[in-house]
């Protein structure tokens, strides 16, 4: 099974920036679109940014213009450049991937990693 892994997470004041990352294994044929979505406990998880393959990227409105989403097709690693951070940002961060490994399509959800923005 592909397996993803988040890291960077941690501890920020408000203003200050962080960058996530997220390492996929396995055997894969192909990713296709890769996001990060956060959650708050007791809350719906919700996207923050999505990339595909080509580089075709959507940001969720309220962190357009402070945080940058990128990948390294090579490495099928996935970044999150997060900058001007609120505490409202505060969160458990998860990376998601689909696309093919031998056997078929799948969809992929890391274990999480904890942001939280102290004010």
């Known amino acids: 099974q592909v397996q993803l892994v988040e890291s960077g997470g941690g501890l920020v004041q408000a203003g200050g920036s962080l960058r996530l990352s997220c390492a996929s294994s396995?055997?894969?044929?192909?990713?296709?679109?890769m996001g990060w979505y956060r959650q708050v406990p007791g809350n719906e998880r919700e996207l923050v940014a999505v990339?595909?393959?080509?580089?075709?990227?959507n940001y969720a409105r309220s962190v357009k213009g402070r945080f940058t989403i990128s990948r390294d097709n090579a490495k099928n690693t996935l970044y999150l450049q997060m900058n001007s951070l609120k505490p409202e940002d505060t969160a458990v961060y998860y990376c998601?991937?689909?696309?093919?490994?031998?056997?078929?399509?799948?969809?992929?959800w890391g274990q999480g990693t904890q942001v939280t923005v102290s004010s």
């Open positions: 998601n991937a689909d696309g093919r490994r031998f056997g078929g399509p799948f969809v992929s």
């Open positions: 396995g055997i894969i044929f192909s990713i296709n679109t």
């Open positions: 990339i595909t393959r080509g580089g075709d990227i």
